[in-house]
């Protein structure tokens, strides 16, 4: 068999295929790279966004928002001094976006103006922070991503 260039193109072709096809096999059978969905439920949260479009835009009305900082326990949310803090009620919600198993959820139940997210719950890196609450009827979202 004579090689030409031809030949040397159609090898080539193959080579890169086959390297490609390598690369997609490995990332779709190796469990190290297996990523979920953002959320399982993701046409109802859909159906659910203008609502919380309302509840961001309210809560910009307000003179002070939502503030955290992280301290030695953990993140600390203060939320406005303005506001009677046994009204406010909501959950707060923490989303990881590297391994679910990690996502929690808690409610909202205030002593002062502050509220503690416990540093054994945490791993350094980022997180989505969602807080929905209400005070008096009124309905309130502050989203933020962090670093921990």
């Known amino acids: 068999m004579k090689f030409n260039w031809g030949t040397g193109i159609v090898l080539a072709f193959i080579g890169f295929i086959s390297f490609i096809m390598y690369f997609v096999i490995m990332m779709i059978t190796n469990e190290k790279y297996e990523y979920d969905l953002v959320t399982e439920n993701y046409y ?3 159906l659910e966004f ?3 479009i309302d509840k961001q ?3 910009k009305t307000l003179e002070k928002n939502i503030r ?8 600390q949310l203060t939320f406005p001094e303005t506001m009677e803090f046994n009204n406010i009620t909501g959950k707060v919600f ?6 679910k198993h990690l996502d929690f959820e808690s ?3 205030l002593s002062n103006h502050n509220l503690l997210i416990p540093d054994k719950r945490l791993l350094d890196g980022r997180w989505n922070i969602t807080v929905d609450w209400q005070y008096k009827g009124n309905s309130y ?8």
């Open 107 to 109: 409610k909202i139940s």
């Open 94 to 99: 923490l989303y990881r976006p590297s391994n």
């Open 44 to 46: 109802g949260k859909e």
């Open 68 to 75: 955290w900082i992280k301290t030695e326990e953990g993140i």
């Open 141 to 148: 979202l502050y989203k933020k991503e962090i670093s921990y």
């Open 57 to 59: 835009h309210h809560a």
């Open 50 to 52: 203008q609502h919380d």
